[in-house]
């Protein structure tokens, strides 16, 4: 079974931080780019941050300096550290290969930061 599950959002102050977790399966997971994507209301879906199997990072220039990407590949595991939260920040955040495969979105979770 291909699955990517999406946990960690929530309800934030601005200035805030949380950190979403993305377990994948195995197989989606083994040697693989990964990327953190959002989208948020009205607005199309956006490529965040990824990260390489060897570590290696990207980042989005609205995100650079405040959040994080890293994985455990003995827990086929992604995160994405997020701090100095904006209200512009608030979407609905998902995990993916990079580049994204269609048939291997998951049903996101959502981050909502308030004033």
């Known amino acids: 079974q291909v699955q990517l599950v999406e946990s960690g959002g929530g309800l934030v102050q601005s200035g805030g931080s949380l950190k979403l977790s993305c377990a994948a399966s195995?197989?989606?997971?083994?040697?693989?780019?990964m990327g953190w994507y959002r989208q948020a209301p009205g607005k199309q879906r956006e490529l965040v941050a990824t990260?390489?199997?060897?570590?290696?990072?990207y980042y989005a220039d609205s995100v650079k300096g405040r959040f994080t990407i890293s994985r455990d590949n003995a827990k086929n595991t992604v995160y994405l550290q997020m701090n100095s939260l904006k209200l512009e920040d608030t979407a609905v955040y998902y995990c993916?290969?990079?580049?994204?495969?269609?048939?291997?979105w998951g049903q996101g979770t959502q981050v909502t930061v308030s004033s």
């Open positions: 195995g197989r989606i997971f083994s040697s693989s780019h």
């Open positions: 990260i390489t199997g060897g570590g290696s990072t």
């Open positions: 993916n290969r990079y580049p994204s495969i269609g048939g291997y």
